[in-house]
């Protein structure tokens, strides 16, 4: 039963979430890889290697261009917007988190700041700015990789069950015409 509700699925989508999905779960292994420390809340975060943004509107281009050409529609509009996440997490997201630094920073600042002068009055706020957002341009490429190589993988496993469907369905045509005469 389940096996038939993951074959009815849009593959496509299986395909881009799943990358999605694994490229999360690799950041625990590059975060390790890194600082030696094993932290499972990577899996959850915004940033870091590889992009998993990246990897799932790569996988997804890939993907389509693998099954439908790329000349087809379907697979420019999978381009085109996967340009843009890539571009958006490696450039403006990034950005507001490096920004998002400097706010802390300086919130900081005034903090040690008030202590030298009494009169001037600060609350710090209790929770800082996010800073880690966006992606080095390195983790962008290495999610698109990644994306594209599942694309790949998976458009071939859905052409070869195609071909063993065609298959099965000639032969079962042959022997229906064969069984009439």
């Known amino acids: 039963m389940e096996t038939k509700a993951i074959e009815n699925m849009n593959r496509g989508i299986v395909t881009a979430l799943s990358a999605i999905g694994i490229a999360q779960g690799l950041k625990i292994l590059t ?3 890194v600082t030696g420390n094993w932290d499972w ?3 959850f975060t915004t940033g870091g290697m590889p992009s998993s943004h990246s990897a ?3 996988a997804l281009a890939s993907y389509v261009a693998a099954n439908k050409g790329t000349g087809h529609t379907e697979t420019a509009l999978a381009v085109v ?4 996440v890539m571009y958006d997490a490696q450039g403006i997201r990034r950005h507001t988190g490096e920004i998002a ?3 802390n920073d300086l919130e900081d600042s005034f903090v040690s700041l008030t202590g030298d002068f ?8 209790e929770k800082e700015l996010k800073e880690l957002l966006g992606h080095q341009p390195i983790e962008v490429l ?7 190589v599942l694309g790949l993988i998976s458009a071939k496993i859905e052409n070869e069950e195609r071909g063993k469907h065609r298959r099965a369905r000639r032969r079962s045509d042959r022997n229906l015409r064969i069984n009439r005469k």
């Open 101 to 103: 630094q400097l706010v």
């Open 142 to 148: 290495g999610g698109a990789l990644f994306g594209v």
């Open 31 to 33: 975060h390790k890889k």
């Open 118 to 125: 009494p009169s001037l009055k600060f609350e710090k706020r």
């Open 41 to 43: 809340k990577q899996a």
């Open 56 to 58: 799932g509107v790569s």
């Open 81 to 84: 917007f996967g340009t843009i």
